[in-house]
């Protein structure tokens, strides 16, 4: 039975988050009908969502991996991932460029800028973390590759879409096949599975995966405001 998480869109809030995450003025999903079947779409503005992975241990070694599409500016370093309490890698985006922070984990000071990353085009973005060096592939191939501290874990609140609840360095980007691994995958099975659809009962290292397919394309999707988790491990 698949588990119900929620990853819940905002639009400009002053109140602070404190243990508990608290939930200021719903916004409904924004979706762009793909292949895939839906994506979702984050306007650089004021829109941003927050997910957790659940699991019994501390994520050390992982891969996240989705498809992602650069469909405006955006500053230095506006942010697709970010860990929610801010320590932990960043995931983010200038007008032309992907851009990565691992200084939280060990890794070399500052923003790092592993490659470009073309305006209105699907690119299929993976982050492997194996013990001590995390790798980035960008459709399959490897792009760069840093050293970090190899007991650095995998936050478990994050957010997609911004820095902040609500206005703070918010991506303009659509995002699809979201999958968060407990695991180290091997770019042969990252080119394997990129472009297809997951089936979560034959890997018991999935541990998130949002596909984004619910609610209707270019609709105000109001009553949207969750997405399934179709990992079930």
Not at 144 to 155: D, E, G, N, Q
Not at 161 to 170: A, I, K, Q, R, T
Request: charged letters at 15%; aromatic letters at 14%.
């Amino acid at each position: 039975m698949n588990k119900l998480i929620y990853i819940l869109l905002f639009l400009f809030s002053t109140s602070k988050i404190a243990a508990q995450v608290t939930l200021p003025q719903l916004q409904s999903l924004q979706y762009n009908d793909i292949l895939f079947g839906n994506a979702l779409n984050f306007n650089g503005s004021n829109t941003f969502g927050i997910g957790q992975v659940y699991v019994d241990d501390s994520i050390s070694n992982f891969t996240i991996e989705f498809w992602v599409k650069n469909t405006g500016a955006d500053g230095a370093n506006d942010r697709i991932f970010s860990p929610y309490g801010n320590t932990g890698m960043h995931i983010a985006k200038s007008t032309t460029h992907l851009k990565l922070y691992i200084s939280d984990l060990g890794g070399p000071a500052g923003w790092q800028t592993p490659c470009t990353l073309e305006s209105n085009q699907w690119i299929h973005l993976a982050f492997v973390k194996n013990a001590n060096a995390i790798t980035v592939f960008k459709n399959a191939f490897q792009v760069a590759s840093y050293t970090v501290t190899a007991a650095s874990i995998l936050p478990s609140v994050f957010r997609l879409g911004s820095n902040l609840d609500g206005v703070g360095e918010n991506g303009q980007f659509t995002i699809d096949e979201f999958r968060i691994w407990n695991s180290v995958r091997p770019r042969v099975e990252i080119q394997k599975y990129m472009y297809a659809v997951v089936d979560p009962n034959n890997f018991t290292d999935l541990k998130l995966y949002y596909r984004f397919d619910q609610g209707e394309a270019g609709g105000s999707n109001p009553l949207e405001l969750g997405l399934y988790n179709s990992a079930i491990n």
